[in-house]
């Protein structure tokens, strides 16, 4: 019989993919989804669905019981405090894990834990992958750098700005970032969870050594477009201005903005390539997709769902 996996997160661009991987290759799955939240559509997956989040304990009981394997993708990115980062990506992981001892437990990460004194996000992963690390059951944590791909709305304006013409950047010297295909990122996950190496911390790429520059980005992004960009840098001082302006508001009720000061300081970084390729070692894997071939299959799925 199929061995039976737990997902969250499923809703989300990564966790979409995922599913649809998990799916491919025989796994039985059961998701978690929020109440108001669409059901992703699996076309030849069967997929049992429990409504909740993560502050929801009966729902995520139900969710992981019988699970032999939870995947845990589920994560908030933008909030207005960092209490608010910890509530879910921290307690709400640990709440998770507490529910299934005896499940391997594989936690989606983010690279941004590795620098936790940058930003409330950053350190809240880092505490998330803490709480993995002393659980007494089957563990790792994979670190994902920024992730592209068909179904990405986060890269849509830079893409957007490309075929306008226009490249925009940090200006930031030396800057190097390490990249992932959503395919590419999902095929190491399943590949972690069906033969799952020793329980660590681990980061993940596309095996490009050393990372990208953001020429190599403007370069990939408008071959796969078609034409020419003109590199814009961005000064730090321009995203501090933006950033207090969504800091104010925030604090006037506004919706929680992803663009803040921590998220300047993040974007600011020089060193966001990974330091670690065990993972990919381990698990034998090897990205099918290079920037190019991957810039290439994003523009060509936006131009198909008339985003481009």
Request: glycine share 10%.
């Amino acid at each position: 019989m199929s061995r039976l996996v737990a997902v969250t997160g499923a809703t989300g661009f990564v966790g979409s993919h995922l599913v649809s991987a998990l799916g491919r290759r025989g796994w039985k799955i059961r998701l978690l989804a929020r109440r108001w939240s669409p059901v992703p559509s699996l076309p030849g997956v069967a997929a049992e669905v429990v409504l909740g989040d993560l502050g929801d304990e009966t729902a995520l009981r139900r969710l992981v019981d019988g699970a032999d394997m939870v995947i845990h993708a589920a994560g908030l990115i933008k909030a207005r405090t960092s209490n608010e980062f910890l509530a879910v990506n921290r307690d709400g992981t640990a709440r998770l894990s507490e529910l299934a001892p005896g499940a391997h437990f594989i936690l989606l990460s983010s690279l941004a834990a590795r620098e936790p004194q940058l930003s409330a996000y950053a350190a809240s992963k880092q505490a998330a992958e803490s709480v993995v690390a002393a659980r007494s059951g089957p563990w790792m944590a994979v670190r994902a750098p920024a992730v592209y791909g068909p179904g990405d709305r986060e890269t849509l304006a830079y893409f957007r700005a490309v075929a306008q013409g226009v490249a925009p950047h940090p200006r930031v010297e030396g800057a190097r970032l390490a990249l992932i295909h959503v395919g590419d990122l999902v095929e190491a996950l399943v590949l972690a969870a069906e033969r799952p190496p020793a329980a660590s911390v681990y980061e993940i790429d596309d095996g490009k050594v050393g990372g990208y520059g953001y020429d190599d980005m403007a370069a990939a992004a408008g071959a796969a477009l078609g034409r020419t960009a003109w590199r814009l840098p961005i000064p730090r001082v321009v995203m501090r201005i933006v950033s207090a302006a969504n800091g104010l508001r925030q604090s006037l009720g506004g919706a929680a903005q992803i663009l803040t000061q921590a998220k300047v300081r993040e974007i600011f970084h020089r060193d966001w390539t990974i330091h670690d390729h065990r993972l990919a070692a381990a698990i034998a894997f090897r990205a099918r997709y290079d920037l190019a071939a991957g810039f290439r299959d994003t523009v060509i799925w936006y131009r198909r769902q008339g985003w481009l």
